[in-house]
């Protein structure tokens, strides 16, 4: 697996939308897989959270019968976490701020979710 080619892509993600502050690729079951984030960010906990997050949505999902799950979005007083589905092994989370722009965000990471995708495939 190519960890530079999955950090290169989201550091490209976080470049192109304003108000992503951090960024991660974990495995379903919350293993982390790389990560473009602060240090101030416990990546462990949030790829754990982030799977667990995912597991109970695809559940949600499946139990009310409106197809595949794509992402949810937890808005925080201070930012919101979105958690994106890539393929049915892995997950990206995106951390922002305030200032994050969730359209553009949703936009911007669906090429960025398939060459992910891809990349993770490949491996």
């Not at 559940?59 to 049915?88: E, P």
């Amino acid at each position: 697996m190519s960890h530079d080619a999955l950090a290169a892509q989201l550091h490209a993600l976080r470049e192109q939308v304003a108000g992503i502050t951090d960024t991660l690729i974990a495995a379903v079951d919350g293993l982390l897989i790389v990560a473009d984030a602060a240090d101030t960010v416990d990546i462990e906990s949030v790829s754990a959270l982030a799977a667990a997050d995912l597991g109970l949505a695809r559940r949600t999902a499946t139990a009310i019968g409106q197809g595949t799950f794509r992402q949810t979005v937890v808005y925080n007083s201070g930012g919101c976490m979105a958690v994106y589905a890539i393929g049915r092994s892995a997950l990206m989370v995106v951390l922002g701020d305030e200032g994050l722009d969730i359209g553009l965000l949703q936009l911007e990471s669906q090429p960025v979710i398939e060459c992910i995708g891809s990349i993770l495939a490949a491996s």
